[in-house]
């Protein structure tokens, strides 16, 4: 058996023995991205802490625009050093954790985990899966691993290695095998950042064992990329200053932010080499520099429309149309 995924896999599959799990997590420590299992539905992690990993994950799914992703951490101690765990988010994580529960929370002001990871939100989605393998290769990172579904986007969430094989196989640096998924649906997703806990995502814990537990849920409507109610919308991030598109240069007042080379006149560059990667890695941090300095307006060079430029010019749009 193990010999027939050999062939199958180019040897990207790895089965659950210490030694592959230590590989697996010094990948991760080392910037790459590796695909896991969990026990809700295999996962695409990376550094969360790592900006250029995180850009590494939205560049393999291929996905048009950037979405918060779900961090996933080895305990509730580690959840709390980096965002504000408040006494609801307690009674939740003891009741469910580890499992397939995710909760969102405000990031803590000095919160190590990339901004990308948040898609420039205030908040950050949290999780303690409860697979054994997920657990072990969580602890070897030493890091938390941010980690959406490992599969291409538009496709479904996979739940076996081979699934993840098919789906990303040349976008991944491994893939840990630790079998099919005990639960195969998505983690529930409540979110803790407003006034009423409000369910964002039904997933493998219901919405009745939650309320059991702290009562009766808001129900955000709409799924996870159709908009949400407007107290969700307006939590999207843009920044408070005007955001001017495709510019070549900032008129007064303006701060620049360039891309490419031969832009050295700019207040601050995305990437000098123009590498989208490095751009997307830098994006959110960037325009919230920039938004607390004393300019009254962003001039945002063009941003070729290819790659995760696209997600780029997409969260762009956004920021100055709204
Ligand atoms: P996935 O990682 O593919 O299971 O999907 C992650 C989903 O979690 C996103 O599409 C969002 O719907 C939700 N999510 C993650 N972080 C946040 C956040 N900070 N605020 C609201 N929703 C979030
Ligand atoms: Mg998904």
Redesign the pocket.
């Known amino acids: 058996f193990d010999q027939i995924k050999m062939t199958q896999s180019d040897d990207i599959i790895l089965g659950a023995s210490p030694g592959n799990i230590a590989s697996a997590a010094a990948m991760i420590r080392d910037g790459k991205r590796v695909a896991f299992s969990t026990e809700t539905v295999y996962g695409l992690g990376a550094d969360a802490t790592n900006d250029e990993a995180i850009a590494g994950i939205f560049e393999a799914k291929g996905r048009p625009s950037f979405?918060?992703?779900?961090v996933h951490f080895i305990n509730t101690a580690q959840v709390a050093n980096v965002v504000d765990f408040s006494e609801t988010a307690t009674v939740l994580g003891e009741a469910f954790w580890p499992g397939a529960l995710?909760l969102?929370l405000k990031r803590k002001i000095d919160c190590p985990v990339s901004l990308l990871a948040?898609a420039g939100?205030e908040?950050?989605?949290v999780r303690v899966p409860s697979h054994p393998l997920a657990h072990e290769f969580l602890k070897q990172a030493r890091a938390p691993v941010a980690?959406?579904?490992a599969n291409r986007s538009g496709q479904i969430s996979p739940t076996t290695a081979e699934h993840v094989f098919e789906s990303l196989g040349d976008k991944v640096d491994a893939i840990l095998d630790g079998g099919p998924c005990a639960v195969g649906l998505?983690?529930t997703?409540i979110?803790l950042s407003c006034d009423t806990p409000t369910l964002?995502?039904p997933g493998g814990i219901a919405r009745e064992e939650i309320e059991a537990v702290i009562g009766p849920l808001e129900v955000s409507d709409g799924s996870?990329d159709a908009p949400r109610s407007p107290g969700m919308l307006s939590r999207h991030y843009a920044p408070s200053i005007p955001i001017r598109l495709n510019a070549d240069k900032a008129n007064d007042g303006e701060a620049f932010l360039a891309f490419g080379v031969g832009t050295d006149a700019a207040d601050v560059n995305l990437s000098q080499s123009g590498n989208l990667v490095e751009a997307a890695a830098n994006l959110f941090a960037m325009l919230r520099m920039l938004d607390q300095t004393k300019y009254n307006g962003i001039a945002v060079m063009k941003i070729p429309d290819s790659g995760l430029g696209i997600a780029i010019n997409d969260r762009l749009e956004r920021a100055a149309t709204s």
């Not at 979405?67 to 779900?70: A, C, F, G, S, T």
């Open positions: 979405n918060p992703l779900i995710t969102v948040s939100l908040t950050l989605a980690a959406p579904s998505e983690s997703i979110d964002l995502r996870d």
